[in-house]
């Protein structure tokens, strides 16, 4: 390399000309190196016990999201255009009777999880389980990993997705990409990894596979795409591990190299967001679960009229205008003034306020086509103004209603239900989870799943776990 740059030197070349560079092994960057040693290298009893219980919380909501989701047109649809293709039936559908190769029941999955917009997000950046819990849930069934190497390989493989998401964030949401999409398949790598028990080498290649893989757009919000990110990334992130495990290669530099994730995907990268105190603070205790069945941008005005229409016994017939004002995010995510179907009704802050004074409710019934459509929901809609003010927080919202008679009534949320400071408790997400599979399954499997999923951690095997999530 020396002798080559001298004589590529004297002929006027530079070296920055003809690309040539140290060996990777000699460079002063390892992030890629770091994050893979330190999955690999952590033990189940680093994990602090609140880390654990959140864990089995996250467990709880996703598996209700995606069992209450199962018959969606959505997953019905990617099941209809995979099952021919489905191999050997090595793990369940959640909420159907169709068994799957671990690759396919990945996918199906992990788009169930997401469709509802009813899965967990973390405060700042991703939706961290959709990607990683059906990718390591179907291979624990397969190859029967005890509950602590789940919950294990499941918080490493969040913290790897979530440190890669904020070290490209804000800049790289604000480009157009769906962070969920694009940094849950390195969760999803890292703890099918994990699992596997991948050396450094095979880790660092497998973080590589994840991230030439990486994918999806904004541009999809409100269609039937948005929740197959996760499912892609869960499926693309096992498939990574695995072939890393067979010796398959990448660059070892895949996440700070000059042309890799960080730098090609957003121009503010900071790796440092991604090696800093390992294994001292958890991404997954900044974790939030969802009251209402859409994004938490809208939560604070649903509460505002949930509080409104019970104190003072709203009715749709009564209301003169609405008027919200809201943080900068909520008109860019969900700015869909006449919605047409529910999955755009998910994407309009008008709606969810709308139904939430109608029907004192905006669970996944009030997000479904038929009420979008509903003439007096659309007719509230109508009467409906919201402005963006710059100091409104993300989880922050202002509503007044100016009633026929004109009288005014006004509430403030500081911070919606589901955020950090005002959490949903266990019982919130029994509720939840209950409300979201009664149609699906008997109350004692509803409650064994409940049981079994507070106690994840002591299963020497969670392949029954996942037997039950079966309806036929």
């Known amino acids: 390399l020396i002798s080559t740059a001298k004589l590529l030197k004297t002929r006027g070349y530079k070296l920055t000309d003809m690309n040539v560079s140290k060996p990777a092994a000699l460079?002063?960057?390892?992030?890629?190196?770091?994050?893979?040693?330190?999955?690999?290298?952590?033990?189940?009893?680093?994990?602090?016990?609140?880390?654990?219980?959140?864990?089995?919380?996250?467990?709880?909501?996703c598996l209700g999201c995606a069992i209450g989701a199962a018959q969606h047109d959505t997953v019905q649809f990617a099941v209809e255009a995979f099952e021919p293709f489905f191999g050997a039936p090595q793990a369940q559908i959640w909420g159907r009777s169709e068994r799957a190769d671990i690759l396919h029941a990945a996918l199906i999955n992990g788009i169930s999880t997401h469709v509802l917009d009813f899965d967990?997000?973390?405060f700042r950046a991703v939706h961290?389980?959709?990607p990683v819990l059906p990718a390591i849930f179907a291979l624990a069934e397969w190859r029967q990993f005890s509950g602590k190497e789940l919950v294990h390989a499941y918080v490493l493989g969040v913290e790897a997705e979530i440190r890669i998401a904020l070290s490209v964030f804000p800049e790289h949401y604000d480009r157009g990409w769906h962070i969920t999409g694009t940094a849950g398949i390195f969760g999803a790598a890292a703890a099918v990894g994990k699992l596997l028990k991948l050396n450094v080498e095979q880790m660092t290649w497998a973080l590589g596979i994840a991230a030439t893989q990486s994918s999806g757009l904004r541009e999809m919000f409100g269609t039937m795409c948005k929740s197959f990110h996760p499912g892609h990334a869960a499926q693309g992130g096992m498939a990574a591990a695995l072939m890393a495990q067979k010796g398959f290669t990448s660059s070892i530099r895949a996440l700070e190299a000059?042309?890799?994730?960080?730098q090609v995907m957003s121009s503010r990268f900071d790796p440092a967001v991604i090696t800093t105190d390992l294994g001292k603070q958890y991404e997954i205790s900044k974790n939030m679960y969802k009251p209402f069945a859409c994004g938490l941008v809208v939560h604070a005005v649903i509460d505002a009229c949930l509080q409104l229409r019970k104190q003072h016994q709203l009715k749709a017939e009564d209301i003169a205008s609405i008027h919200?004002?809201?943080?900068?995010?909520?008109?860019?995510?969900?700015?869909?003034?006449?919605?047409?179907?529910?999955?755009?009704g998910k994407f309009s802050v008008y709606h969810a306020m709308a139904v939430a004074i109608i029907y004192g409710a905006a669970g996944e019934d009030q997000f479904s086509t038929e009420v979008v459509c509903n003439p007096a929901v659309e007719k509230l809609r109508s009467l409906m103004e919201v402005k963006v003010d710059p100091q409104v927080r993300k989880l922050e919202g202002y509503v007044t209603i100016v009633l026929r008679n004109g009288k005014q009534l006004e509430c403030h949320v500081s911070d919606a239900l589901g955020s950090l400071v005002h959490p949903m408790s266990d019982e919130d997400l029994e509720n939840k989870f209950k409300g979201l599979t009664s149609k699906k399954l008997s109350a004692d499997t509803t409650r064994q799943l409940l049981d079994q999923c507070w106690n994840i951690t002591q299963l020497n095997d969670i392949s029954p776990l996942m037997r039950a999530t079966a309806v036929l």
């Open 128 to 130: 961290p389980s959709a």
């Open 324 to 344: 919200a004002t809201v943080g900068p995010l909520v008109l860019e995510l969900t700015g869909i003034k006449s919605p047409r179907t529910g999955l755009e």
């Open 120 to 122: 967990d997000t973390h």
């Open 258 to 262: 000059k042309r890799g994730f960080g």
């Open 27 to 61: 460079e002063d960057a390892k992030v890629t190196h770091q994050l893979a040693q330190f999955i690999v290298e952590s033990k189940y009893e680093d994990l602090p016990s609140d880390v654990v219980k959140e864990a089995s919380r996250a467990i709880i909501n």
